[in-house]
């Protein structure tokens, strides 16, 4: 199979559903190859490591954009993407990325672990009660979706009623970021993304009303004040930090535990030992990335992997390909927390590293001790659903049974904050 088919097979739905057979067919042709006319695909995880730190490798800028999809700005999905920290490059990404960063600083994200904690508690207490009987429960629609879309909607002043909304409309928002798109794909990514928007245009004038110690505040008043935001950034970055602040969690959440249940004897050493949760975090991201590409364009010639990329190459830079190679992970396909220089590329790296990386692993170290400890029975329960999404890889559904409960007394403490391997 040549490099074209290779990626064929990815574009596929069974290879978007399961990419990693086709990220290895890639693989046999180098750590970077060409995919079709000025596209490159990388797995390679020194390569895109290298990419995502070299200046003259940029997201899509506006210019281009206008080359590829002339109607872009009537796309409520494309330009709400587009206006965002998400797809912008240096200054106006730098601009925006410091009026937000004061809401992830490590201090911060570590004052939230005991209202993490809370949260996945009571989660897990439902969870229990709905599982009585050995009755199936959704993991998707009862942790792995209400934990953190409750935590950044803290973050946001996001009121608790409105929580359920978000699910769908974010779903519908994020196949815009798959790499190919078909129309009627688009449609519903532009109704996902209206209704986004209708929803935090309400909410800015009620913050304009009243203000709250929250992050949608603190960027109102940044675009009242002097233009630091103009109105589409603003809107356009309360959806993304929305729709980011929760999906890529969810899916490290769902994949996590379908792993674990997986290997039931490193889930009993998690279970015994929490406080080496960040290792385990650290390889789930590896192995399963909630994150599996992002896409880039190179502003100028670059040779990389061996590969001449000649100016105005678009680049698929594929995280979970990366997250598998034996050049930097031995035995790639292993499950092992306790790997040597464990940093995986989930959630990216350079300027674009992902601004809320720090909030999703404190989550996933969190919730997977206490979920292993409280429901010490917790198995697979019938068929699973994965998306039939590339870029975002998770699940639809998950159904487990949680069993008995262990006695309140066996619960023990939250996940430690040890940090990497013991």
Do not use: K
């Not at 990626?7 to 559903?17: E, H, V």
């Not at 904690?117 to 209400?146: H, K, S, W």
């Not at 769908?168 to 009627?184: C, K, Q, S």
């Not at 935001?229 to 535990?257: D, H, K, Q, R, W």
């Amino acid at each position: 199979m040549d490099a074209v088919e290779a990626f064929a097979s990815l574009m596929s739905p069974a290879g978007r559903i399961d990419p990693y057979p086709a990220y290895e067919r890639l693989r046999a042709h180098g750590p970077v190859v060409q995919a079709g006319p000025d596209l490159y695909a990388v797995t390679g995880y020194a390569e895109i490591d290298e990419l995502l730190r070299d200046a003259r490798i940029r997201v899509l800028d506006d210019q281009l954009r206008d080359d590829v999809l002339p109607e872009w700005r009537n796309s409520p999905a494309v330009s709400s993407i587009a206006r965002s920290m998400l797809r912008t490059n240096p200054p106006d990404h730098s601009r925006m990325r410091r009026l937000a960063a004061g809401a992830f600083t490590p201090r911060r994200i570590g004052a939230m672990r005991e209202v993490v904690a809370a949260q996945a508690g009571e989660l897990i207490e439902t969870m229990a009660a709905a599982g009585r009987n050995g009755t199936p429960v959704d993991f998707m629609a009862e942790f792995a979706y209400p934990l953190p879309v409750g935590v950044i909607c803290a973050l946001l002043g996001v009121p608790t009623a409105d929580r359920p909304l978000f699910r769908r409309w974010a779903a519908d928002l994020t196949g815009v970021l798959e790499p190919e798109i078909t129309p009627a794909e688009l449609a519903v990514a532009d109704a996902g993304a209206t209704q986004l928007r209708d929803y935090f245009t309400e909410l800015v004038a009620a913050r304009r009303r009243r203000p709250a110690d929250d992050l949608t505040t603190a960027l109102v008043q940044a675009y009242d004040a002097d233009d630091r935001l103009s109105g589409e950034e603003l809107l356009a970055n309360l959806v993304i930090l929305l729709v980011a602040g929760f999906e890529t969690t969810t899916n490290l959440l769902g994949n996590g535990l379908a792993v674990l249940l997986a290997h039931p004897g490193a889930a009993e050493g998690l279970r015994r030992h929490p406080e080496h949760a960040p290792a385990y975090v650290d390889e789930l991201l590896r192995y399963d990335s909630p994150v599996q590409l992002t896409t880039r364009t190179s502003g100028a010639a670059v040779r990389i992997g061996g590969v001449e990329l000649p100016a105005g190459s678009w680049l698929l830079l594929l995280f979970g390909a990366a997250n598998r190679d034996p050049r930097r992970y031995p035995e790639p396909d292993r499950f092992d927390p306790w790997r040597a220089l464990l940093n995986p590329l989930s959630f990216g790296a350079g300027p674009h590293y992902c601004l809320g990386a720090g909030l999703a692993r404190l989550e996933a170290q969190v919730a997977f001790p206490l979920l292993l400890r409280r429901l010490p029975e917790l198995a697979p329960a019938g068929a699973s659903r994965r998306r039939i999404r590339l870029t975002l890889r998770g699940y639809d559904v998950l159904p487990i049974t949680v069993g008995e409960p262990a006695p309140a007394a066996d619960h023990g403490a939250p996940a430690g904050t040890v940090p990497g391997t013991p």
